[in-house]
Nanobody, 121 residues
Framework: QVHLVESGGGVVQAGESLQLSCAAS????????MGWYRQAPGKQRELVAQ???????TYGDSAKGRFTISVDSVEKTGFLLMNGLKLEDTAIYYC???????????????WGQGTQVTVSS
């Protein structure tokens, strides 16, 4: 069974850095586009960063200049490096990716389970 496994969340102080990981697990043939989203209490889920299958990156306004998305296609793992964290970055972070299972030619959309990031003052 194919799924995404997130790790790296935690509690940090404002100004510190944190790196999230999202690994494709199971019989995965190809990792395509990947994105990171977040949802804070009482707010809608928003895009943080995304990387196309060709490596083109896009960032949400809140992430520009502070966060960096990267994808290791060989290891089928994506990363979100977050620098200069602010209190308002506190949220559950979700990864989303197009994965092509072994034996298939059609990519499917998958979501990770979410990882909590808490920034304290």
């Amino acid at each position: 069974q194919v799924h995404l496994v997130e790790s790296g969340g935690g509690v940090v102080q404002a100004g510190e850095s944190l790196q999230l990981s999202c690994a494709a697990s199971g019989s995965v043939f190809r990792l395509g586009a990947m994105g990171w989203y977040r949802q804070a209490p009482g707010k809608q889920r928003e895009l943080v960063a995304q990387s196309s299958s060709m490596g083109t990156t896009t960032y949400g306004d809140s992430a520009k200049g502070r966060f960096t998305i990267s994808v290791d296609s060989v290891e089928k793992t994506g990363f979100l490096l977050m620098n200069g964290l602010k209190l308002e970055d506190t949220a559950i972070y979700y990864c989303n990716a197009l994965l092509t299972p072994v034996g298939s030619e059609v990519p499917n959309d998958y979501w990770g389970q979410g990882t909590q990031v808490t920034v304290s003052s």
